[in-house]
């Protein structure tokens, strides 16, 4: 995927980075719009071959929020997925990471 001269105008600002293997990539930082915000999140994009079912990817699904929204799974749920070959070989092995309300 490449920009435009218009898309480059419109979207950014971007910034480079190198990855592992010194690689150049153009990135963006993400960051919660709260004044108290410590961290930032580096974002870039690179061409992969098609996963298949024994590719090991994690897929994550999530956001900025205050705490006591955050801590609320009423209402707001962050989202992973691992896929696994052999699923209850992994479930035995590293057993559940998911949440468990413990009662107040």
């Known amino acids: ?3 435009t001269a218009d898309a480059a105008q419109s979207v950014g600002p971007l910034i480079t980075s190198l990855d592992p293997d010194g690689n150049q ?3 963006f ?3 919660s719009p709260y004044d108290n915000a410590d961290h930032v999140l580096l974002l870039t994009c690179s061409t ?4 298949t079912e024994d590719t090991e990817i ?6 900025f929020d ?4 955050m801590n609320d799974t ?3 749920a962050v989202s992973c997925l691992y896929p696994a070959k052999d699923a209850e070989q992994l479930k035995k092995m590293i057993g559940t990471v998911d949440y468990q309300r ?3």
């Open 25 to 27: 990539q153009n990135g």
């Open 102 to 104: 413990t009662k107040a």
């Open 58 to 63: 994690l897929l994550s699904y999530g956001g």
């Open 1 to 3: 995927m490449s920009f």
């Open 29 to 31: 930082l993400s960051a």
């Open 48 to 51: 992969v071959s098609r996963p």
């Open 74 to 76: 009423s209402k707001h």
């Open 66 to 69: 205050a705490p006591e929204v």
